[in-house]
Structures are given as C-alpha cells and as structure tokens.
C-alpha cells in the first residue's frame, strides 16, 4: 500500500511570492489534513477535510492560506504571499476514520524556506 | 489554558538500557494518547494508541501507561537499541466527532552504543 505523498519536498521562494504544496492520501482515507510544523515543535493542525469539505479550518490564517480537496482526493494547499515567517515543514496526513480513535499516517513533508 | 507538555526535549541513554518519556497534559480529557516516532526529514509514524479506560498497552520493545488521575502518560522502550534513536511525540485525541490530534513538542531520544 502506498503511503502519503506530498510534492514537492522542498521549496525556496523570496516572500511575497505564491506558493502550492500537493497531497496524495492513502486511498481510502477520507479524512485528510495538512498540519505546519516548526524546527523543535510538534505538528499544528491547519485544515482537516472530510471527503471534499473542509471541517474544521479554524487554525488556517485565511488571509494568505488557501486549501481545496476537489473530488474528495488529493489536496492542495496554497500561500499567497508567502512571509519570511511561514518557513517551516507542511505535512499532510490522512485518516481511515474508524472508531478506534484518529490514527493519522503522515506523508514526508513539504520544507519551505522562504528567503 | 490547555497544555501538553514532554518531559525533556532531549534524553540521551546507553544502548541496552529501558527509556522512558513522560507526557503531561492540563485542562484535556482525552479520550485517547498517542505515541508518534519522527525521524529526522519525515514525517510521524504512529506506534501506539491508548484508551482512556487502559492502564497499559504493549508493542513488543515498546509499553505505554494511561494516568487519567494523573493527566500523565509513560512511554518505556525496553532493550533500547541505536534504531530507536528519533524524536518521539505524544498526541491528544478527544475522540468522538472532535477527529483531532494535539501534539506535544516532542522529546529527542539518542540511544549511544
């Protein structure tokens, strides 16, 4: 079974500039979330999708972050613009929602390095 | 205000030897704890999963210990090996339709030889 998949791995940009990051879950998974994740920190969730809607997006600073999950599938989550403070590893993970409590398998990470 | 907090941010023992990680929480009722490993350029790896009403949960090597009284929970590796080497994270999940996890920062296990 392939795991999460997340592209690209790594991304350099000057701020100010747009950025996109991409999220291929388990397929099955349902639940599918994108967490940031800074250097010494544990994984900050900022969207969780059921199928394609977004359910919780609550910690997703609007102003300059997007997300979509068209289809219920694969996910993508977007700056614009990005700031010298959003430099961090994104993760995506995904779910099979049972009742055995919310086991999320995680995907590589996307580092983001904005200069 | 709610808080988790891993007992070091680093732990370094000899190869052989049991560590063991503490995870604190307040103000969470969790319905279950979570253990992740994270290495270095990965992501999170779920080992094990704890329910509010378990004591104890084992996985070969490793052991889990579920304190609701205490707002504590034990990670133990037994017969640690240099693989163990790696970041390990707890997480809080409220269960029912809260599908949630909330980490801890983690703590950073180095297992010399």
């Known amino acids: 079974e392939a795991g999460v998949v997340q592209s690209p791995r790594y991304k350099i940009i000057e701020k100010k500039q747009p950025v996109a990051f991409w999220c291929n879950p388990i397929s099955g998974h349902n639940t599918l979330y994108w967490y940031l994740q800074n250097l010494g920190q544990g994984p900050e969730l900022l969207i969780r999708y059921e199928n394609e809607e977004a359910v919780d997006d609550s910690q997703l600073p609007k102003d300059r972050f997007s997300a979509e999950r068209l289809k219920g599938v694969d996910s993508t989550l977007k700056i614009q613009p990005a700031e010298l403070g959003d430099s961090a590893v994104y993760l995506c993970?995904?779910?099979?929602?049972?009742?055995?409590?919310?086991?999320?398998?995680f995907g590589p990470g996307t580092r983001l390095t904005v200069l | 205000s709610q808080k988790i907090e891993q007992n070091s941010e680093a732990l370094n023992i000899q190869e052989g030897k049991t560590a063991t990680l503490t995870c604190n929480y307040t103000n969470y009722s969790p319905a279950y704890l979570q253990w992740y490993r994270q290495d270095p350029g990965r992501g999170p790896v779920f080992l094990l999963l704890i329910r509010e009403n378990e004591k104890e949960k084992r996985k070969e090597r490793l052991k889990v210990t579920f304190d609701t009284t205490l707002k504590q929970s034990l990670f133990h590796i037994t017969a640690s090996q240099p693989a163990d080497s790696a970041t390990y994270l707890c997480a809080l999940d409220l269960g029912g339709s809260n599908y949630k996890l909330t980490f801890g920062k983690g703590t950073l296990l180095t297992v010399n030889p």
């Open positions: 993970a995904s779910s099979p929602r049972t009742s055995e409590g919310d086991t999320q398998y």
